[in-house]
Each structure stands twice: as C-alpha cells, then as structure tokens.
C-alpha cells in the first residue's frame, strides 16, 4: 500500500484538450496521477467517486462553468474535503474572487509557471494533511468514547448538533461577531472531546447501571477538570493553537450551567465560553434522547419540553431558542444515525417517567 494515496491523484477540468493535456503533462512530469474531465458535470461524477482530493479547473467552460462547479463541491464536500484550484485568464480578477467565494481555495493565472503550480499544490497538500489530523483527533475521541458508549454516534450527532447551533446562532446579532465559519469548524472538530476526562472515571462509577450514589456523582463529575486539566497544558504549550484552546474549554465548560449551578466551576452566564453552551444543549439533547446504561430514552417531544424547561436555568435562553427553531432537523440526524445501526440503542420506554427537574447543584436526578 502506498502512504500517500489520495493526495497525488489530481482531476484537471478543461474544456480545451489542449490545455488539459499540457496541464497533464506537467503534472504527470511532477510524479502526480492526473485524470482529465471535459467539463464541470463530468468532473463531478469523478469527484464523487472519493479518489480525487486536488482539483484543478478552468474558469470559462460550457455545461457547467468553474465557479459554478466549485459550488457543487462545496455542497456535497461532507466526506472529506476538495481542494479546489481554479485555472484563471490573465484579466479574469473579477471572476477570482467570484471564484474564491464561490469555494475555490486557490487559483493561477494562465499561462502558469510549472513550479509555481507545483507549489500551489504542495500549499493543497499540507491542508489535506490537516484534514486527517482532524481524523485522527477523531478516532482518539472514538477510542475514549467505547467504554461507556458501545453502540457508538454519540459523538457523529454531538458535532452536527453544535454545527446546527451554530448556524443558526450566527443569524443572530449577539452571536454573528463569535461565530464565523472557524468557529464552527472548530467546534464540529473539537467537541467530540467533550467528555474525554471519562478515560480518569473507574468502571464501577462510569458504567453503574443505576443511579450514582451523591459521593460517585462527585467523582463523575471530575471528567470535566481531568480533561480540561489534560487540554489545557498542551494549550499552553501550543497558545497560538485555537483548536486546542477551544477544545480546552468545551471539556472543561460542558456542564456549567447559565444559572450558575453547574460544575466544575459554577460559573455563569457569559462568564461560561460560548462553546461550552452550545456543547451543552448538544450534549443533554442527545444524552436524554439516547438509552445510557443508568436510564432509558426520552421521546424527542418530550426531551424538547425538558430543554424548555431548562431555559435560563441550565441553559442559555438564546440558544433554547436556537435549538426549539432547529428540533426538526435535531430529530433527522438523530433518527439518521438510529437507523444506520438499527435502533439498537434508541428503543424508546413505553412509559415516560416523570420529569425530574435538578435543583442548584445536584445531580440530574434524584439520587435518594
Ligand atoms: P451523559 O450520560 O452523557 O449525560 C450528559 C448530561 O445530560 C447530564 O449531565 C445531564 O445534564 C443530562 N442528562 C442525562 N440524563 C438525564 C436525565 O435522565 N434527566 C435529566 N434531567 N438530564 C439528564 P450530568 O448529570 O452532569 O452527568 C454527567 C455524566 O455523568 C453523564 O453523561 C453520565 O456519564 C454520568 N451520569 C450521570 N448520572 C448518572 C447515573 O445516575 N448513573 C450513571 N451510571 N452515570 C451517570
Ligand atoms: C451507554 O449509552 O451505553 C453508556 C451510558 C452512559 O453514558 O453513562
Ligand atoms: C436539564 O437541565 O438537564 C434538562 C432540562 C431539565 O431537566 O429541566
Ligand atoms: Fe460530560
Ligand atoms: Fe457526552
């Protein structure tokens, strides 16, 4: 097998089979493995396929032109991420930067220096390089995950849930300044690591089948500082590093709650980071919309009313509102991921227990 597959596999789009085949002949020159595609709709059905990661592609074409192909890998880039290079006219300014908003990642003037090309693509290439640090970042979470969560996607529904939050807080004028499009990539990478100080919490607490004991509750609820602890050092280690940081304060914050009643720290309102409250209605719509060893699943209609109830109290009000306008679209990826594993943990009580609402400083339930 060879390390690198997947980075030096290159689409070139061009109309022109001219053109292509010069850009193929360099390319190739420069030990990649170029596929050719005539236009846009072509090019797309070979970057479906998954095997191209580095696209390079001209501007003015029929069918479908580069900017409005650049858009239709944007859209559907979910399985892992396209970088797009656009192949531009000496004159074309306007179109680039149609282009780069449209999603291209670079672009080159024709006619190009091959060199230059080179290095543009090797710019393409650390990025990608990135993108399976992020993986890897994700598997780890996955590892920490297992113990308590066998049948797994948890953590897949935690980050849609944050990214849904998100995008539908930056509408919003408090929110808009935070929230940009680093933000949220952030936070879809990062808070699958929210609860990864469980690795410190001993069996016999983190996988009890009843309710925890007030003493064992105290001890779960050290995750967040042996996590946080963990994260923190490497972030100051690393302080220009924002993915550490912001992964830092999802661990650490996840259950602070808007009234000051959470933990570790109590503390509230804003003074809780902003990721840690949009984790937080992440991490309690899917922990009462699952079956967990010490509970069964709520109904998604009746966990609705739950985080209503919890408005101003364990949760920021502005992001209730945030996730009442979004409980359609909470409720497909969670149905989503139900069916992609057969509803083997999402059986659903027959009868719904009372709602036990938490008073300051206890534990979710009553624990007598
Ligand atoms: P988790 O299971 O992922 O739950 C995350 C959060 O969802 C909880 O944080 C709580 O805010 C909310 N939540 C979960 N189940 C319920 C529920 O039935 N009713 C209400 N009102 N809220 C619920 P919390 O309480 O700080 O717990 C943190 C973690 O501690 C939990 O993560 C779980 O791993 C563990 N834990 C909490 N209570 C128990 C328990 O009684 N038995 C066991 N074995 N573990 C527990
Ligand atoms: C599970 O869902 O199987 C794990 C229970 C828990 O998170 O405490
Ligand atoms: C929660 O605070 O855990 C959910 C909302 C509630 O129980 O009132
Ligand atoms: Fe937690
Ligand atoms: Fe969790």
Redesign the pocket.
């Known amino acids: 097998m060879s390390y690198s597959v997947g980075l030096s596999s290159i689409l070139v789009v061009d109309d022109d089979p001219i053109a292509a085949e010069a850009l193929r002949y360099t390319l190739t020159t420069c030990g990649y493995d170029v596929t050719v595609a005539g236009d846009g709709i072509e090019a797309l059905d070979y970057v479906r396929t998954g095997n191209y990661r580095i696209v390079i592609s001209d501007v003015e074409m029929p069918k479908m032109n580069g900017i409005d192909f650049c858009r239709e890998v944007r859209k559907r880039d979910a399985c892992g991420y396209t970088y797009l290079i656009l192949l531009t006219g000496r004159c074309d300014t306007d179109s680039v930067v149609v282009g780069l908003n449209a999603g291209a990642d670079d672009y080159i003037a024709k006619p190009f220096h091959p060199s230059e090309l080179q290095m543009r693509i090797r710019a393409g290439e650390r990025l990608l390089a990135l993108e399976s640090r992020d993986l890897m970042i994700f598997a780890l979470a996955k590892l920490a995950d297992r113990r ?1 969560h066998e049948t797994g996607g948890h953590l897949e529904r935690i980050r849609e849930y944050s990214r849904l939050l998100c995008l539908e807080l930056a509408k919003k004028p408090e929110y808009c300044e935070e929230i940009d499009e680093v933000f949220i990539q952030l936070i879809y990478d990062t808070s699958p690591l929210h ?1 990864i100080g ?1 690795v410190g919490i001993p069996d016999r ?8 004991t007030e003493e064992e ?1 105290k001890i ?2 050290e995750h967040t500082q042996i996590g946080g602890e963990t994260l923190q050092a490497v972030a100051e280690a690393y302080p220009r590093a924002a993915f550490l940081q912001m992964a830092y304060q999802i661990t650490v914050s996840h ?1 602070e709650r808007w009234d000051g009643s959470g ?1 570790p720290n109590g503390l509230s309102g804003r003074e809780i980071p902003l990721p840690g409250r949009i984790v937080a209605m992440a ?2 719509y899917d ?2 919309t699952s079956q ?4 069964s699943a709520y109904p998604h209609d009746v966990v609705v009313k ?1 985080i209503q109830k919890g408005s101003g109290s ?1 949760f920021e009000p502005g992001i209730v509102q945030a996730f009442l306008a979004l409980q359609d679209e909470f409720r497909a990826v969670k149905e989503h991921y139900d069916q992609r594993r057969g509803n083997k943990s999402g059986q659903f009580l027959t009868q719904v227990p009372p ?4 008073g300051a400083n206890s ?3 009553d624990r007598t």
């Open positions: 308590d609860d469980k607490i983190l996988l009890k089948p009843g309710r925890l509750f779960m609820t259950h933990y991490d309690v922990a009462l967990r060893v010490y509970k739950m364990h709602i036990v609402t938490s534990p979710v339930m």
